[in-house]
């Protein structure tokens, strides 16, 4: 089976400009996870959705990011404007139902560097 | 606020060692618990997932153990190659939470 795939694999924008990171989960998984790395932490949970509803959006920095899954499938992360801070690796995980409840798979992740 | 600890930050051994990877967390109110691998520059790649009611998996030469009353998970590598080269991360499922990553173990095997 095709594994969670993202786009871009990488992007470099200056402060305050917008980017936007694309994620298909994998084929009939109605979780979706995006978590935000910063270099030497492990990741942190961002936002999570069940189909095309948010489940947890509790450390999502709501003033400059915003995300969306249209029809439960594909989502899409955007900040605007972006910080220096925001520097860092943003993942997509995706999990099903079922036997394996729970089980995250991860895409290959969008490194963001902002100068 | 859950916490997950994990100890040691790194370590470097000499190839064909046994070697254990240590996890702690503040909250045993937990669903299950998941051990992952990253390579640099890459994304997170899934060992083993334990559920609360289970003791231990295994997967080859990998065995991940749960203690839910202590708050701990430790994964085992059986000797070890230089392919097992990565960063090592736990992240336990919290009832009424969410996974909460632990900071990851970086892993060297010299060969």
């Known amino acids: 089976e095709a594994g969670v795939a993202q786009s871009p694999r990488y992007k470099i924008i200056e402060k305050r400009q917008s980017v936007a990171f694309w994620c298909n989960p994998i084929s009939g998984h109605a979780t979706l996870y995006w978590y935000q790395q910063i270099l030497g932490q492990g990741p942190k949970l961002l936002i999570q959705f069940q189909n095309n509803g948010v489940v947890d959006d509790s450390q999502l920095p709501k003033d400059r990011f915003s995300a969306e899954r249209l029809k439960g499938v594909d989502s899409t992360l955007k900040i605007q404007p972006a910080k220096l801070e925001d520097s860092a690796v943003y993942l997509c995980a995706s999990s099903s139902t079922g036997i394996k409840y729970y089980e995250q798979y991860f895409g290959p992740g969008t490194r963001l560097t902002v100068t | 606020k859950q916490e997950v600890t994990q100890i040691p930050a790194a370590l470097s051994v000499p190839e064909g060692e046994n070697l254990v990877l240590n996890c702690s967390f503040t909250d045993s109110a937990i669903y299950n618990l998941q051990w992952f691998r990253q390579d640099p520059g890459k994304g997170l790649t899934s060992l083993l997932l334990?559920?609360?009611?289970?003791r231990e998996q295994t997967s080859g030469r990998l065995n991940a153990s749960l203690d839910k009353s202590s708050g701990r998970s430790t994964l085992y590598i059986a000797a070890s190659q230089p392919g097992d080269s990565a960063t090592y991360l736990c992240a336990p499922f919290f009832y009424g939470q969410n996974f909460v990553f632990g900071p990851g173990t970086r892993l060297s095997v010299l060969p």
């Open positions: 334990i559920q609360s009611s289970q």
